[in-house]
């Protein structure tokens, strides 16, 4: 390896940390879904003790409650506590007709022990997620353009100049484009333009050049972007996996606001209101149970 530049990646230990992070990744994701760990608990239970039932009623009634409650938590999300909540969510969706599939895509706002059950999103809601999606997305690209990379990306220890090289082709690192590329062949340590304008040392210049020239570097670069392709799979999996969520949250505030509306909003009738002496309700948000006192 030379001694002058340094690999922005030399580390053999990406591959099994990627493959334990994902393993992680799956069973925080169940873990997450379901609301509990009892699935776990119970499969290690039965590795180590071996299928022995519950013989007491009230225990067996206890696990059965807590597996039930994880099927339903897993598959629709809601965060229930009980099967009480799980009943009266199920009767105020048949008496409000609304299906168990549309409280699933807004499962954030559904909250059972709040007498309204769907709450309404905050104003600030939207916008944040906006946010997020937007710095996601830029991460993910980032991940992206270092998996596809056929570089290696490497700084020089003295100078600190970042570069990226292909073993055939040394380029400058920029977001904005390359303001210089040169190739083996017109590499020269005593080139005083070539120093100027990549901001190298002599010294650095004229050890890299060797390495283009020698082709000692393509064994290396080669390893290297391996392990920044790993590196990039490594940034980019939880990148992808946080973005589906939050867009998924954004779609789900628009349709927790558009049902709360339905709920909480009723269409303004001019006559009526004028006889009544209440002002028309906007379906902007006013919910049915503001009372509006009229001036005395």
Known sequence: MLQLFTPLVHTPWIAPVLSTGLFLLLCLWIRARAGSAHF???RLWRIAAGRREVQDSVLKKI??????LEIFRFFYRMPLQTLADLHRLESWAKAHNVGMLRLKT????????????VRRPHRMSKPALIFLVFVLWTL???AGSLLASPYGYFHMKESKVWFKTDANTVRNMTLWGEDWVFAATECAAESPDLLEKTGFRKSELLDLCRALASGSMKDQVHSLVKQQRWLALLLLL???VGLAVVVRAALGAIEA???????????????ANELSGIPPASCGGTPQNDRYEAPV
Request: contains cysteine; hydrophobic residues 40%; charged residues 30%.
């Open 106 to 117: 807004l499962w954030r706002w559904v909250d059972v022990r709040n007498s309204a059950i």
């Open 63 to 68: 696990q059965q409650d807590s597996r039930d």
């Open 257 to 271: 606001e558009k049902l709360w509306k339905e709920l909480h909003c009723t269409p303004a009738v001019p006559e």
């Open 238 to 240: 939880p990148c992808l």
């Open 40 to 42: 776990l608990l119970d």
């Open 140 to 142: 993910s690209m980032i």
